[in-house]
C-alpha cells in the first residue's frame, strides 16, 4: 500500500446529539496524511465525538470522547527512606496531603506496610495497617518486630511497600499514594581495586570503595583492612590491619608485606 497525495473527498465531525459541527471538502493530502482542528467550545457537548473520512466508495469512522476535566483537590506524597536495613528496630516514613493550593488536608489516614519479595507481595495473617488523623503531614514509625519476615534471611533483594490514603473531612473525598523501599542487610558495599601482584619484602599498595547501600560513595568513613600472605605451602607469612578513613568513597591503603 502506497501513501496518496490527492484530494479526499469529504471529512466531518458529529457531536454526541448528531450535529455536524464542522466538515471539510476536498482537503488534500500530503503522503498520505491531512491535518485538520477543531476548536471546541468553552462548553462543549459531552460524550462520544464521531470523526468521518469519506474518499469515494470508502469511508472510515473513529470516535473520541469529549469529558469534563476535574482538576485533582488534593494529593498525597510519601516520604520514605532509599533502603531499611533488615536489623534495624524502627521504620520511619511520613506522609502529607495538600490541597494543590498549598493548604492542608484535615481527615483521617490509613496507612499500610508490608514487604515483596519478587514483585509479589506476601499476604500476612493480620493486615498490618495504622489509621489515625491527619493535618497536612503525618509522621510515622513502625516497629520492625510487627512486619512480617523482617528480620529473616528471606528479605535479601526484597522492598518494604507504603501505602497510604486520606479520606477528606466533611466530603469523604480519598486519594492514596505508595512508595516503596529497598531491604538491605548492611549500609555500606565494598569493593577492592585489585592489585594483583606484590614483591616481598616491599610495600603493597591498594584502593577500597566504600559505597551506601544504593550505590553513592561514602565518604570519612573508618574501614579496618586486614592483610594476609602466605607462602605456596599455605604457612602464614604475614598478617597484620590498620584502620584508614574513605575520601569521596574511596580509601587508600599501604601495607609492608
Known amino acids: 500500500m502506497l501513501p496518496i497525495s490527492t484530494l479526499i473527498d469529504r471529512v466531518w ?19 498520505g496524511i491531512t491535518e485538520l482542528s477543531l476548536q471546541l467550545s468553552d462548553e462543549p457537548s459531552l460524550g462520544n465525538w464521531t470523526i468521518t473520512v469519506e ?8 470516535q473520541f470522547i469529549v469529558k469534563e476535566y476535574v482538576l485533582p483537590k488534593f494529593s498525597v506524597e510519601i516520604t520514605a527512606p532509599a ?19 498549598g493548604n492542608p488536608v484535615i481527615g483521617k489516614l ?12 506476601l499476604r500476612q495473617t493480620e493486615v498490618l495497617t495504622v489509621t489515625e488523623k491527619i493535618n497536612g503531614c503525618h509522621d510515622i514509625e513502625v516497629d520492625s518486630a510487627k ?8 528479605t535479601w533483594g526484597s522492598r518494604m511497600q507504603f501505602d ?18 529497598h531491604v538491605r542487610r548492611h549500609p555500606f ?28 560513595p561514602a565518604a570519612n568513613e573508618t574501614i ?25 568513597g574511596r580509601a587508600s591503603c599501604r601495607e609492608r608485606v
Do not use: H
Not at 55 to 62: H, L, P, R, T, V
Not at 189 to 215: Q, R, T
Open 147 to 154: 512486619i512480617k519476615y523482617m528480620g529473616k534471611t528471606q
Open 13 to 31: 465531525i458529529d457531536d454526541p446529539t448528531g450535529v455536524r459541527v464542522a466538515m471539510w471538502t476536498t482537503p488534500e493530502a500530503e503522503q
Open 164 to 181: 497510604a490514603e486520606v479520606e477528606e473531612e466533611g466530603t469523604g473525598t480519598k486519594m492514596n499514594a505508595t512508595k516503596t523501599s
Open 83 to 101: 533502603y531499611v536495613l533488615r536489623g534495624q528496630e524502627t521504620v520511619k516514613f511520613a506522609v502529607c496531603a495538600k490541597y494543590s493550593y
Open 189 to 216: 558495599e565494598i569493593a577492592f581495586d585489585d592489585n594483583p601482584y606484590f614483591k616481598p619484602g616491599l610495600s603493597y599498595y591498594g584502593k577500597v570503595a566504600l559505597m551506601m547501600a544504593l550505590g553513592r
Open 224 to 248: 579496618n583492612i586486614f592483610v594476609q600472605t602466605f607462602r605456596k605451602s599455605g604457612v602464614p607469612v604475614y598478617s597484620g590491619s590498620n584502620n584508614y578513613t574513605s575520601e569521596i
Open 55 to 62: 474518499n469515494g466508495q470508502e469511508k472510515e469512522i473513529k
Open 110 to 121: 490509613v496507612t499500610s506496610f508490608g514487604l515483596k519479595f519478587n514483585q509479589i507481595t
